[in-house]
């Protein structure tokens, strides 16, 4: 098992930048598949990024590709999502996800594991 905890959510003005960070428990980060999903009031939980075991892939919703970053670290077990040129309508409670090995994923019904969600407010 893995226990996630995400930080670094607040509120920006649009065309901001922020960096959200998701720290895992355990020994065998490396091991899973990493991605961050947020969910807006209202609408359903959406797939924003994801990131292979070794970080060397990395996959991206259309709606955020060219200006959110995903990277890892697996010596920290820890996962990043820089977020840059920030618009209102980033904004959502955001969510570390980890699943067990194989390959990249954007459904979230193929994460086992979740973090508690951080909040990132864009005023316009």
């Known amino acids: 098992q893995v226990q996630l905890v995400e930080s670094g959510g607040g509120l920006v003005q649009a065309g901001g930048s922020l960096r959200l960070s998701c720290a895992a428990s355990g020994r065998t980060f490396s091991s899973y598949v990493m991605g961050w999903f947020r969910q807006a009031p209202g609408k359903e939980r959406e797939f924003v990024a994801t990131i292979s075991l070794s970080g060397g892939n990395t996959y991206y919703a259309d709606s955020v590709k060219g200006r959110f970053t995903i990277s890892r670290d697996n010596a920290k077990n820890t996962v990043y999502l820089q977020m840059n040129s920030l618009k209102p309508e980033d904004t959502a409670v955001y969510y570390c996800?980890?699943?067990?090995?194989?390959?990249?994923?954007?459904?979230?019904?193929?994460?086992?594991?979740w973090g508690q969600g951080t909040q990132v407010t864009v005023s316009s």
């Open positions: 996800a980890a699943r067990y090995g194989g390959y990249l994923r954007t459904g979230q019904y193929e994460y086992a594991y």
